[in-house]
C-alpha cells in the first residue's frame, strides 16, 4: 500500500467530459435534420455535394498540415468536417464536384490554416470558401435546382430563391402583395420546400438543430437570438412603413440563409467575440447589415456577407468589451 | 415546497454543477479510534507559523497548548491526544511543503481538567464580548471550511467598519464533502449557540445559515432550531459551486459585491463556516480547544464512505483503514474537495484544521486529459464567478506578460477551478494563473519599496 505510486497535480482533480471533439461532432449531430431535409428536397444532389465537400476539406486539412506546416494533422477533431458540411450547405445541390474543391481548398487552406489552424482563423472558413465561390462563379453559385422536383437528378430544372424572386420583382417595379403570390408560403419556408442552398431551406430542421446545441450547451442563446431579434426588429420597422416595398418580418427570418447562418455559422467558436456582450453586439452587427443588404445591396441575400464583416470587428470587441466583473475595484493592492 | 423554490438565491454570473457525488452523506460522525501516534503541524493556518512550546520528551495532555501563536495573523496548536511527545520533525503535509510537525506517542486519553467534555448543551453565554474573541484566540479556532483564516481577526472588526449580518457558511459546494452536512444534522443546537457566541462579538442582529439546497435535510433541521435563536434564518441556497466561496456566498445571501481588493466587512458581513462556529461554541462555552474535527472520508471506490471525528494530526492512512482500506485502483489521494483541494504524495501526511475531507480518486479519473488548443468557445469565460477572461490570463501568463494580466485583475481569481473544469481543451488555466498571480505580488512589492 506504501509503495502506491500517486498522481500529484493542481487543482481542480476533476473535468467535465465534453472533450473538443465532441463538441464538434456535436455540431455535427446539430445539422443532420437540415441535411435529412435538403435530401428530402434535393434527392442525391445534396448526399453529393455534401460528401464531397467533407471528403474536400478533410483532405486538404491533412494534405496541408502534415506536408505544407509539417505538423501532426488532428482531422478526427472533427473541426474540418463541420467546415465541410457548413460549405455544402452553402451552396446549390447540383454544383459541379470542381467548384466543390476550389471551395473546400480556399476554405481549408485560406480561411483556416493560413492563419494558424483551429482557433487561430480570423474568419469562418467556410464562408470564406463560399463568398470566393459566389463572387468566382456567381452562375453556378446562383442556378439552384427546384425543390421537390426529382429526387434522383443532379441536373435537374433550376429556379430562383425566393429572396432572390423578390429583389428582381422589386426592381421590375412590382409590388411585395404581387410577388407574394410566385413565392411559397410563410410555412413551406418553415419546412424547406422552396429553393435555395443545400442546407438552408428547413427552418424547422435548423431550429431543431439549435435546440440540440442549447441542450448540450455547445452554444448560448446570445448570438442567434440577437440576431433573430435584431432581424425581426429591423424588418418590422421598414414593413410597417412601406409594406408594398418590404417584406414581412417572418418572411426575412424564414427565407434565406439566414437561420443557418445564425444557428451555424454566426456562433462558430473561433470567429465570435469570447464575451456574452460581445457576442450580443456582434450579432446585432449581423442582423443589421444583412437587413441592409437585402433591402438595398445588390445581392438577395447578405448573411454570409454580414457574418465576415462582423468577424473582422471580433479582435476589438474582445479587446474592448469586459465581461461583467464581480466588484468595483477599492484600491489598487 | 413552492416556498423553498421561490426563496433559492444563488450568485448571479458564472460557476459550474459538477457531479456531487455525495456517497458520504447518509453516515452519522462516527469517532475515529485514538491513532497510536499524531503528527501537528505547527502551521495549519494563514499567516506566521505558531511557536512550540513543548520539549522532545515532555508529557502532554489532550488540550494542552504545545505552539503559541505568533503574531496577530496566527493561531494557538493544542494536543489533541496525551502522551509524549516523541520528536519535533520535518515532514511533508497536504500543502506539500516540508514544515514543522510536533509528533506525540499517543497514551491513554488524559484531558486538560478545564474542559467540560459533558455533552450538555450550554445555551446561556455568560462572557462579555471581547473575552469571546479572546478564548477563539486562546483556543486556537481557526476556519474550518478550507483557508483556515485564524477566527479571532474575522471577529475584530477595524475601527470605522461596522458588520451588519453574520453569514454562516453551511453550502458545502465542493462535490463529494459531506462533514459540514452532517455537522447540521448532528450538532445543530451548538451551532446556534455558537451563532449566538459569534452575533455577540461582532454586535449584529442579524444571522443567516446559507445552505445549499442539495441538503434538504440540512435546512429542514437548521430552520427548526433557528425559531429558537433570535436572529437567525435559514436561507436555503440554489446548488452552484463555487458558492461556498465567501464573496459569492455574500451575493446571494445579501446580494453585495465585496469589491476587487476589498474584504466582506467592507460591505458589513462577517462570513464563518459551520464547522468553525461549532468550534467557537465549544471553545467558548465548553472551554474546548480546536484538537478535533469532522473530516469526509470518500471516493468512488472506497469501500464505507464515512464522516469522522478526526484528532488533529492523525495520519491520513487511519481514516482510510477506518473505511475499508485503500481501493485498489487508487490513482489520487486529494487533501479537500475535487475543486479545490491538493492532491497528497502519500497517506503519512496528517490531518490538519482545515482538512475537511478527503477523497480518494481512481486511477482511470486521476490524471489530466491532453491539452489542445484554444478553441474560444469561451466557456471559461462564462463560467468564471469573478468576471475574469481565464483563456486570457492563460496567454499572458505564457508570455510573461504579468502588467496586463494585472490590469485584467488576475489577483481577483479566486481560484475555485469552475474555468478549468469546463475548458474542453483540457487547457492548464489555473497552473498559469497561479503563476502570474505569485509574479504580479512580486512586482507589487517591489513597487511598494519604490
Ligand atoms: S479564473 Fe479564477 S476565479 Fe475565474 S473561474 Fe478560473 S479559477 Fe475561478
Ligand atoms: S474554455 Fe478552454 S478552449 Fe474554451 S476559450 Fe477557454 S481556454 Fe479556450
Known amino acids: 500500500m506504501s509503495t502506491k505510486l500517486l498522481t500529484v497535480s493542481s487543482s481542480p482533480h476533476i473535468h467535465q467530459n465534453q472533450g473538443v471533439s465532441s463538441i464538434m461532432w456535436g455540431v455535427v449531430i446539430a445539422m443532420i435534420p437540415a441535411f435529412a431535409v435538403s435530401v428530402y428536397n434535393f434527392g442525391v444532389g445534396a448526399v453529393y455535394v455534401t460528401a464531397l465537400s467533407v471528403a474536400f476539406c478533410i483532405m486538404f486539412e491533412y494534405l496541408i498540415v502534415k506536408y505544407l506546416l509539417k505538423k501532426t494533422p488532428t482531422i478526427m477533431d472533427g473541426s474540418a468536417a463541420i467546415t465541410g458540411v457548413l460549405l455544402a450547405f452553402n451552396v446549390p445541390s447540383n454544383l459541379p ?117 442549447l441542450y448540450k450547451k455547445i452554444i448560448t442563446w446570445h448570438i442567434p437570438f440577437t440576431i433573430f431579434g435584431t432581424v425581426l426588429a429591423i424588418s418590422t420597422v421598414f414593413w410597417m412603413v412601406n409594406p408594398e416595398q418590404f417584406a414581412d418580418p417572418i418572411f426575412h427570418l424564414l427565407t434565406g440563409g439566414l437561420m443557418l447562418g445564425a444557428i451555424f455559422m454566426a456562433t462558430d467558436y473561433v470567429t465570435s467575440p469570447m464575451t456574452a456582450k460581445g457576442m450580443i453586439i456582434y450579432a446585432i452587427g449581423i442582423g443589421f447589415i444583412t437587413m441592409m443588404i437585402r433591402f438595398f445591396g445588390s445581392y438577395p441575400e447578405g448573411i454570409s456577407f454580414a457574418i465576415l464583416i462582423m468577424n473582422a470587428f471580433v479582435p476589438l470587441l474582445n479587446k474592448y468589451v469586459k465581461p461583467a466583473r464581480f466588484g468595483k475595484e477599492v484600491k489598487n493592492g | 415546497m413552492f416556498r423553498l423554490f421561490d426563496s433559492l438565491k444563488t450568485f448571479p454570473k458564472g460557476g459550474v454543477h459538477p457531479p456531487e457525488n455525495k456517497f458520504s452523506a447518509g453516515a452519522a460522525i462516527e469517532e475515529l479510534p485514538l491513532p497510536k501516534m499524531v503528527h501537528i503541524p505547527i502551521s495549519q493556518h494563514i499567516g506566521a507559523p505558531s511557536e512550540p512550546v513543548v520539549e522532545r520528551g515532555e508529557a502532554v495532555k489532550v488540550g494542552q497548548i504545545i505552539a503559541k501563536s505568533a503574531g496577530f495573523v496566527s493561531a494557538n496548536i493544542h494536543s489533541s491526544v496525551s502522551g509524549k511527545v516523541a520528536k519535533i520533525q520535518n515532514m511533508i503535509d497536504s500543502s506539500g511543503f516540508v514544515r514543522t510537525v510536533i509528533s506525540v506517542r499517543v497514551k491513554g486519553d488524559d484531558w486538560e481538567e478545564s474542559i467540560d467534555r459533558s455533552p450538555d448543551l450550554v445555551k446561556e453565554i455568560s462572557i462579555e464580548a471581547k473575552d469571546i474573541i479572546q478564548k477563539t484566540l486562546d483556543n486556537g479556532i481557526v476556519g474550518l471550511g478550507g483557508a483556515a483564516f485564524p477566527s479571532h481577526v474575522k471577529l475584530s472588526v477595524p475601527r470605522g467598519k461596522k458588520a451588519e449580518y453574520l453569514i454562516l ?48 435535510d440540512a435546512i429542514e433541521v437548521m430552520s427548526q432550531k433557528a425559531k429558537d435563536y433570535e ?51 465549544q471553545a467558548v462555552q465548553k472551554n474546548k480547544p480546536l484538537l478535533e474535527r469532522v473530516v469526509t472520508l470518500t471516493g468512488k471506490s472506497v469501500s464505507k464512505p464515512s464522516n469522522f471525528m478526526v484528532r488533529i494530526g492523525t495520519p491520513i492512512s487511519e481514516l482510510i483503514e477506518a473505511a475499508g482500506g485503500l481501493p485498489e485502483d487508487t490513482g489520487k489521494i486529494i487533501s479537500g474537495g475535487p475543486m479545490m483541494g491538493k492532491a497528497l504524495t502519500s497517506t503519512d501526511i496528517p490531518v490538519a484544521k482545515a482538512t475537511s475531507g478527503v477523497l480518494i480518486i481512481p486511477e482511470n479519473e486521476s490524471r489530466r486529459g491532453v491539452v489542445e488548443a484554444c478553441i474560444r468557445c469561451s466557456k471559461c469565460v462564462g463560467v468564471c464567478p469573478m468576471g475574469l477572461e481565464p483563456y486570457l490570463l492563460m496567454t499572458q501568463g505564457e508570455k510573461a506578460m504579468f502588467e496586463e494580466s494585472e490590469n485584467d485583475r488576475v489577483m481577483d481569481c479566486i481560484e475555485c477551478g469552475s474555468c478549468v473544469y469546463e475548458c474542453p481543451s483540457n487547457r492548464p488555466l489555473l497552473d498559469w494563473i497561479r503563476l502570474s498571480k505569485v509574479k504580479v505580488n512580486t512586482i507589487r512589492k517591489e513597487r511598494a519599496k519604490n
Not at chain 1, 422589386?170 to 409590388?175: C, I, P, T
Not at chain 1, 407574394?180 to 431550429?207: K, N, R, V, W
Not at chain 2, 465542493?174 to 446556534?192: C, N, Q, S, V, W
Open chain 1, 97 to 213: 464536384w470542381w467548384i466543390i474543391l476550389i471551395g473546400a481548398l480556399v476554405a481549408i487552406g485560406i480561411g483556416k490554416l493560413s492563419f494558424g489552424g483551429l482557433g487561430n482563423n480570423p474568419f469562418n472558413p467556410a464562408l470564406v470558401g463560399r463568398v470566393f465561390l459566389l463572387i468566382s462563379f456567381p452562375v453556378q453559385m446562383t442556378s439552384w435546382p427546384k425543390a421537390g422536383e426529382s429526387l434522383l437528378a443532379i441536373d435537374g430544372e433550376t429556379g430562383a430563391t425566393p429572396l432572390g424572386l423578390l429583389k428582381d420583382g422589386l426592381k421590375n417595379g412590382d409590388s411585395v402583395s404581387q410577388l407574394m403570390g410566385e413565392i411559397p408560403s410563410h410555412l413551406d419556408f418553415f419546412f424547406g420546400l422552396q429553393g435555395g442552398s443545400t442546407g438552408e431551406i428547413s427552418a424547422l430542421a435548423l431550429l431543431l438543430g439549435l435546440g440540440y446545441m
Open chain 2, 169 to 216: 457558511n453551511g453550502v458545502e459546494c465542493e462535490p463529494y464533502l459531506t462533514a459540514d452536512h452532517r455537522l447540521m444534522l448532528e450538532k445543530a443546537d451548538e451551532i446556534m449557540v455558537g451563532a449566538q457566541i459569534l452575533m455577540k462579538a461582532l454586535d449584529v442582529t442579524k444571522c443567516i445559515v446559507g445552505i445549499e439546497n442539495n441538503k434538504l
Open chain 2, 231 to 281: 436572529g437567525i434564518s435559514v436561507q436555503a441556497l440554489k446548488v452552484q459551486y463555487p458558492q461556498g466561496g465567501e464573496k459569492q456566498l455574500i451575493k446571494a445571501v445579501i446580494n453585495r459585491e465585496v469589491p476587487s481588493g476589498g474584504l466582506p466587512i467592507d460591505v458589513g458581513a462577517v462570513v464563518h463556516n459551520v464547522g468553525t462556529t461549532y468550534a467557537v461554541y
